[in-house]
């Protein structure tokens, strides 16, 4: 056991673990990822939990656990992490979030093509922290990747990344798993709605997603 290991227990990096393949699965299954491409981390203590590089998510087993530091240093298992780790550490080196998705959904990654901003057609917008931006295109798994997606994350749930996808955070994965969904359905709607010829899509205030902000943040069953 490594010291960075002796603050995590076994049985809790297990179920993570099995919560992160199981989350990584559903973004394929449900459509926001194609083959390998995406990606899925998590904290437990010292140790970011993420999927390994290039090994579709069907084959991936409970004694495939693959973990860093927040180095970037490998602390368990033997398969190369994800090649955007760099993404995944700079939002868990900046943040108390437990965990991170990223994906290239469709529609989501059609409008970072068209947008430095994705307008606020929907109340969930307030969800993600206020209307979601677009990071500047930078090449994948760089550090220019990952520190303009900070600047787009600033303050918000959930970003745009140019020509490439999306990045959602949440406490647990279940909650980035998601954000990220509602941001493919928000992109989806403002698609659709752009595309009426001779119409606009009417935007949301800053004073309406103030208020649904208020009501999202008391909604669902008390804890």
Do not use: F
């Amino acid at each position: 056991m490594t010291r960075a290991t002796a603050h995590a227990s076994d049985s809790a990096i297990e179920q993570t673990w099995r919560q992160l393949v199981a989350t990584a699965r559903r973004t394929a299954s449900e459509g926001l990822v194609v083959g390998t491409s995406g990606n899925v981390s998590a904290r437990v203590g010292p140790l970011v939990l993420v999927t390994p590089s290039g090994v579709p998510y069907d084959r991936l087993a409970d004694g495939d656990v693959t973990a860093v530091d927040l180095d970037g240093r490998r602390v368990l298992g033997t398969l190369e992490p994800t090649s955007e780790l760099p993404l995944h550490l700079a939002v868990h080196r900046s943040r108390e979030v437990g965990a991170v998705v990223h994906t290239h959904a469709a529609h989501a990654t059609a409008v970072s093509t068209l947008v430095t901003e994705l307008p606020p057609v929907h109340y969930m917008t307030a969800d993600l922290g206020g209307p979601v931006r677009v990071a500047p295109y930078a090449v994948y798994g760089s550090d220019e990747l990952a520190a303009r997606m900070l600047t787009a994350l600033d303050g918000r749930r959930a970003c745009l990344l140019g020509n490439h996808g999306t990045v959602a955070v949440g406490a647990t994965l279940d909650q980035a798993y998601d954000r990220t969904a509602q941001l493919e359905w928000m992109c989806r709607v403002w698609l659709l709605a752009s595309s009426v010829p001779g119409l606009a899509p009417k935007l949301l205030t800053p004073e309406q997603l103030a208020e649904a902000g208020g009501r999202l943040r008391g909604y669902g069953q008390p804890g």
